[in-house]
């Protein structure tokens, strides 16, 4: 009985050609196309046949079961899920969103270059050969004082290069205090093994001296490492060896010393934080440098506090940079032409001294009253939207992030939303009650949020959600007002 009713279940599927030509299916075949659509009712069917083989019963019928669950397949295939959100968090640098916005100048060079072919590799003048590195090497060198630099991938593929081309299969001091770890994947000890260096650790997690350094130099020493703690800080009692001294050192005995900085500071900005607790600022890349020295190289980061695209710059020495230049690593972790055309363009508007216009800077120098006065606007836009919450203009700490002033706080505003318990819950229309009852929690309104069309990234604060004004760009305003309003609609 059972075994009949599966396969007449299994007989009433309707033909393939039925299935195409039904309406549901139209509009994907415009989209994605006949064949794909054709692909998936396949996969669906093939799905639902396994299940009603295995003994599961749906009370729907079956045709409207293939369309339900090729609908849900081919959904899925027409949406990316790499897209744009709006960032409500207050951290300017944020990792998992995608670190800096590029500024305008940026985006136009990367369409202009994308869409095109360029001189990317290619000399005009003698119709051969050209580096893709000299169209980013000029520009930084006179932006930050180096004699060459030379951009990878990203700042770990800096350090990466930088150690295996200096000490391969031989010895890098690098302070116990600074064995970083940054985003649970660059992790200074197992980087410095993949080069090849034998890692020499030397004084405490809090206190190393520069004797500590000229003690641990052999023969097969090769380079000194310093590493900016980007993501934590020793309170308290801490003795750091400053990097006139570990310099001077190197030099005396011919070594390499190398700076991870980190976060490239290269505008002039006076970073209006307050600490909470022991601090070190950034030092901008042109103050590392400025030194006699000429053995020296820095890495940092091209999307953190510099605010261009995903790079990674290795400047100073010219002998060392040429020594990574013809490195065979260098291919495998070059860069492409729109992240050099994005990179290119934000390091000419530090040039021109425009470097507000770098969306990260604009928002680390934006006025605490600017950022009041558009939480008031932001504040009376969202309660026009809606009368279900109670909506507030607060003050809030922001943060730079990415590693840079992780104790420092910058002082901001932004829009708090939380239940209105004075309104009956029968006002809170098509809001189903969760968490024993109530119909409004704020990590409930966080998730919607975060299922918004574009997606609003928020944080929570006391029970309340918390909107930041600080790391909004043009139009983010509209778009919380929609994902707001589509609140208990999802
Ligand atoms: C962020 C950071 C890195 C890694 O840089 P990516 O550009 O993310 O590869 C390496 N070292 C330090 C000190 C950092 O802060």
């Given amino acids: 009985m059972e075994y009949k009713l599966t396969n007449d279940l299994l007989r009433s599927i309707p033909a393939m050609e039925i299935m195409l030509n039904a309406a549901w299916a139209a509009e994907f075949c415009t989209s994605l196309g006949r064949e794909t659509v054709k692909k998936t009712i396949k996969d669906a069917l093939d799905e639902i046949r396994g299940e009603l083989r295995g003994g599961q019963k749906d009370s729907t019928p079956i045709e409207e079961l293939v369309a339900k669950r090729t609908a849900a397949k081919l959904s899925l295939k027409q949406s990316s899920t790499l897209k744009p959100v709006v960032n409500a968090t207050g951290v300017i640098i944020h990792t998992n969103i995608g670190r800096a916005p590029l500024a305008k100048d940026a ?243 530090y040039l021109c001294g425009k470097e507000n216009e770098i969306p990260i800077i604009n928002m680390i120098n934006t006025d605490k009253s600017v950022l009041r006065k558009r939480a008031q606007r932001l504040c009376s836009r969202l309660k026009s939207t809606t009368a279900n919450f109670d909506i507030s203009v607060v003050e809030t700490e922001d943060a730079i992030g990415g590693g840079a002033f992780p104790t420092g706080v910058l002082a901001g505003y932004g829009v708090a939303i939380s239940a209105d318990h004075s309104k009956d819950d029968a006002e809170h229309q098509g809001i189903s009650p969760v968490d024993g009852g109530r119909p409004y929690s704020a990590s409930k309104l966080a998730a919607s949020l975060r299922g918004a069309a574009v997606p609003v990234i928020s944080a929570i604060r006391n029970e309340r959600v918390i909107l930041h004004m600080r790391t909004l760009l043009d139009g983010d305003e509209k778009l919380i007002a929609a994902a707001l309003l589509n609140y208990g609609h999802l």
């Fill in 107 to 349: 985006l136009d060079a990367v369409t202009k270059i994308a869409g095109a072919y360029s001189t990317l590799e290619y000399d005009t003048a003698s119709g051969g050969r050209g580096g893709r590195n000299a169209h980013v090497e000029r520009l930084l060198c006179a932006l930050s004082g180096a004699e060459a630099a030379l951009v990878v991938n990203n700042n770990a593929a800096a350090v990466l290069l930088a150690l295996s081309a200096t000490a391969n299969g031989r010895e890098v001091i690098v302070s116990a205090g600074e064995l970083v770890e940054i985003g649970d994947s660059f992790r200074i000890p197992e980087i410095l093994s993949f080069s090849g260096a034998k890692m020499i650790a030397v004084g405490c997690t809090n206190s190393t001296h520069i004797k500590d350094y000229s003690d641990a130099i052999t023969e097969k020493t090769a380079v000194l490492l310093k590493v900016h703690p980007s993501n934590y800080r020793v309170e308290g009692f801490v003795k750091r060896t400053q990097r006139q001294e570990l310099s001077e050192l190197a030099s005396q005995h011919g070594l390499v010393f190398m700076e991870d900085l980190g976060s490239g500071l290269l505008a002039n900005i006076a970073v209006p934080y307050t600490a909470t607790g022991s601090s070190e600022g950034e030092i901008p890349v042109q103050e590392c440098l400025n030194d006699e020295n000429c053995s020296n190289v820095v890495t940092f980061s091209g999307d953190k506090l510099l605010g261009g695209p995903q790079i990674g710059v290795i400047a100073g020495s010219k002998a060392i940079i040429n020594k990574l230049k013809h490195h065979q690593l260098l291919r495998a972790v070059r860069v492409d032409k729109m992240t050099l055309a994005a990179f290119e363009a934000t390091l000419r508007l």
